[in-house]
């Protein structure tokens, strides 16, 4: 099997900067797409932004041109730069893998992780 493990989450004062890291355990050969997500408390879980493994990106209004997300396809790696944060990008923040290849020749399909907590307060 394969999971998702996130890190770098944390408290931030607003107009700082974070970095996430998300990279799947298990026995991976490679992985598609993968993204970003985030719940706030009391909303439902929004999409924050995609990268293909050929590094194509797409990101929501909201954190465009503040958020960059990046990958590492040797280390199947995803990361999400976060600057210039606003309180209101307090949440959890939840790494996905649309498709996991594995070493056994099966693949998991739709991979998220245990999510990671931002808080931007000050």
């Known amino acids: 099997q394969a999971q998702l493990v996130e890190s770098g989450g944390g408290l931030v004062q607003p107009g700082g900067s974070l970095s996430l890291s998300c990279e799947p355990s298990?026995?991976?050969?490679?992985?598609?797409?993968m993204g970003w997500y985030r719940q706030a408390p009391g909303k439902e879980r929004e999409w924050v932004a995609t990268?293909?493994?050929?590094?194509?990106?797409n990101y929501a209004d909201s954190v465009k041109g503040r958020f960059t997300i990046s990958r590492d396809n040797a280390k199947n790696t995803v990361y999400l730069q976060m600057n210039s944060l606003r309180p209101e990008d307090t949440a959890v923040y939840y790494c996905?893998?649309?498709?996991?290849?594995?070493?056994?020749?099966?693949?998991?399909?739709?991979?998220w992780g245990q999510g990671t907590q931002v808080t931007v307060s000050s």
């Open positions: 996905n893998a649309d498709k996991i290849f594995l070493d056994s020749g099966s693949f998991v399909i739709d991979c």
């Open positions: 298990g026995s991976i050969v490679r992985t598609n797409a």
């Open positions: 990268i293909t493994r050929g590094g194509n990106t």
